[in-house]
């Protein structure tokens, strides 16, 4: 093996592991897709090779979203999203985390990403977070085994649970967006700053967003805007137990606009 060739698969094992340690790699990683795998003519400079950084990001965006615009079903959707290569934190998570509940509920509930336990269960909010997640939603008659969806805007845990980076995010969000195109809910519940900043397209935090009455849309998009309402996300909750008053707020903000739309509710715990 030529020095050259060993020391790209040392980079290139080094990237690797940085990114399964949670650091964003993207960039560093753009240049390193456009090095050669054999040895040859003298590698170009970092420099040279920096053009084959636009594709190496927009191809997996592009493939995104023909999988997603394919998709004429949540099932359909869900196995292109388990098919899809695009997103780096596929090679490290153990399973892809979809959806869970009610197809055609009137209320579809979007988190942010998988953790432990649902990488191991392969279920959106089965964990900890999940559990109180339920509760909370149980209290304004809301259950994923009778009147809910529930999934998230990334499909694969991060390592170590490290907040998405931009690029996964946006290799993502074609197909949370084709849920809600498939969905058709009335009601679109946002939990965390995360998913609502990548869905509303907002750059503002959940503490800013939370409870109020908001729209998603997308143009061209075929539905008339989704109502949409943003909550505190159970894992925030967990950390800071003295914010569930404001929870609460967030619960009955939700539970009045449910009732004007008319969403049918189990009775209530
Ligand atoms: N947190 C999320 O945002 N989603 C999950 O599925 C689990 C925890």
Same mark, same amino acid.
């Given at each position: 093996?030529?020095?050259?060739?060993?020391?790209?698969?040392?980079?290139?094992?080094?990237? %690797?592991?940085?990114?399964?340690?949670?650091?964003?790699?993207? *960039?560093?990683?753009?240049?390193?897709?456009? %090095?050669?795998?054999? +040895?040859?003519?003298?590698?170009?400079?970092?420099?040279? /090779?920096?053009?084959?950084?636009?594709?190496? $990001?927009?191809?997996?965006?592009?493939?995104?979203?023909?999988? %997603?615009?394919?998709? +004429? +079903?949540?099932?359909?959707?869900?196995?292109?999203?388990?098919?899809? *290569?695009?997103?780096?934190?596929?090679?490290?998570?153990?399973?892809?985390?979809?959806?869970?509940? $009610? @197809? #055609?509920?009137?209320?579809?509930?979007?988190?942010?990403? &998988?953790?432990?336990?649902?990488? *191991?269960? #392969?279920? &959106?909010?089965?964990?900890?977070?999940?559990?109180?997640?339920?509760?909370?939603?149980?209290?304004?008659?809301?259950?994923?085994?009778?009147?809910?969806?529930?999934?998230?805007?990334?499909?694969?845990?991060?390592?170590?649970?490290?907040?998405?980076?931009?690029? @996964?995010? !946006?290799?993502?969000?074609?197909?949370? @967006? /084709?849920? $809600?195109?498939?969905?058709?809910?009335?009601?679109?519940?946002?939990?965390?700053?995360?998913?609502?900043?990548?869905?509303?397209? /907002?750059? @503002?935090?959940?503490?800013?967003?939370?409870? /109020?009455?908001?729209?998603?849309?997308? *143009?061209?998009?075929?539905?008339? &805007? $989704?109502? !949409?309402?943003?909550?505190?996300?159970? +894992?925030?909750?967990?950390?800071?137990?003295?914010?569930?008053?404001?929870?609460?707020?967030?619960?009955?903000?939700?539970?009045?606009?449910?009732?004007?739309?008319?969403? %049918?509710?189990?009775?209530?715990?």
């Amino acid at each position: 093996m030529s020095p050259d060739v060993s020391q790209a698969q040392a980079a290139r094992a080094l990237l %690797a592991f940085w990114r399964a340690a949670g650091v964003d790699m993207d *960039e560093a990683e753009a240049v390193y897709a456009a %090095a050669p795998a054999k +040895s040859g003519p003298p590698a170009p400079s970092p420099a040279a /090779r920096r053009p084959a950084r636009a594709p190496a $990001v927009q191809a997996p965006l592009d493939a995104a979203k023909a999988a %997603a615009a394919a998709a +004429s +079903s949540i099932a359909q959707l869900g196995a292109a999203v388990e098919a899809f *290569e695009g997103c780096g934190l596929k090679s490290t998570a153990r399973t892809t985390v979809f959806a869970d509940g $009610v @197809e #055609g509920a009137r209320v579809l509930l979007l988190g942010e990403a &998988p953790g432990k336990e649902e990488d *191991e269960q #392969g279920k &959106p909010f089965v964990g900890r977070p999940g559990q109180l997640l339920d509760r909370m939603l149980a209290v304004i008659g809301l259950d994923r085994r009778s009147n809910l969806l529930i999934s998230n805007t990334i499909f694969w845990r991060p390592p170590g649970d490290r907040p998405p980076t931009q690029g @996964e995010i !946006a290799s993502c969000l074609p197909f949370a @967006e /084709r849920l $809600v195109a498939l969905a058709k809910p009335d009601l679109v519940i946002l939990a965390g700053g995360a998913a609502a900043q990548a869905m509303l397209k /907002r750059d @503002e935090t959940v503490g800013k967003m939370r409870g /109020r009455r908001l729209a998603y849309t997308r *143009e061209g998009m075929e539905l008339p &805007p $989704v109502n !949409a309402m943003v909550m505190l996300h159970p +894992s925030y909750l967990l950390r800071r137990p003295q914010e569930k008053r404001q929870a609460w707020g967030d619960l009955l903000a939700l539970d009045a606009w449910l009732d004007e739309l008319g969403v %049918a509710r189990a009775p209530r715990p």
